[in-house]
């Protein structure tokens, strides 16, 4: 689970790293691209938040993320009431980067922008991965299972086997000990 979230922060970070240099370098154009990184890291935040909140089930507020200033009020409200918020946050993400793209505050031509909507999308599928993990309980049936055959394997088996394998009790003790420390950790 973990390893999935930090591969989507990995992606995501490496996706909104190269929007930043994309960003043109025109001076007529430095007001609009401040506005975009602006948005951007807010909107990246707020995508954030409302993963890890909907993995963990725990209230977005528990989650910090930057101010949402800048960002329309309806727009929230929308949000806000919407199930689906982080997809919601990611597709105003590649709307937005559409935009900016036409109209020339993104400079780089369109088959490397692409890159950064392959990582968008890399990095939501990783956290719906988690989020399988979080939402699936492990089998019950199993889990009896294990407890009973670890029971079995520390009771009988184990110490038989070293007991008629070892001349000391000593190290017969200590190698029972040993290997049943493995199998239940």
Not at 27 to 38: A, T
Not at 46 to 54: E, I, N
Not at 85 to 106: C, H, P, T
Not at 143 to 153: D, E, H, I, K, R
Request: glycine letters at 6%; charged letters at 15%.
């Amino acid at each position: 689970g973990i390893t999935l979230v930090e591969q989507a922060c990995g992606v995501w970070l490496n996706g909104f790293s190269n929007l930043i240099a994309f960003c043109s370098t025109k001076p007529e154009k430095q007001e609009q691209v401040e506005e975009f990184q602006y948005v951007l890291s807010r909107l990246m935040s707020l995508l954030f938040c409302y993963c890890m909140s909907d993995i963990s089930n725990l209230d977005r507020s528990r989650f910090p993320h930057l101010d949402l200033s800048g960002i329309d009020p309806a727009c929230l409200e929308y949000l806000e009431a919407t199930s689906a918020k982080q997809n919601v946050a990611l597709q105003w993400i590649q709307r937005m980067v559409v935009e900016k793209s036409r109209n020339g505050v993104i400079d780089i031509a369109a088959p490397i922008l692409s890159r950064v909507f392959q990582e968008l999308s890399i990095g939501i599928v990783h956290f719906m991965d988690a989020k399988k993990i979080s939402v699936v309980p492990f089998p019950f049936g199993f889990a009896q299972m294990v407890w009973v055959m670890l029971v079995f394997f520390s009771v009988l088996p184990v110490p038989v086997i070293c007991a008629m394998g070892m001349k000391s009790m000593y190290s017969a003790g200590g190698y029972t000990f040993l290997i049943v420390l493995c199998y239940w950790s």
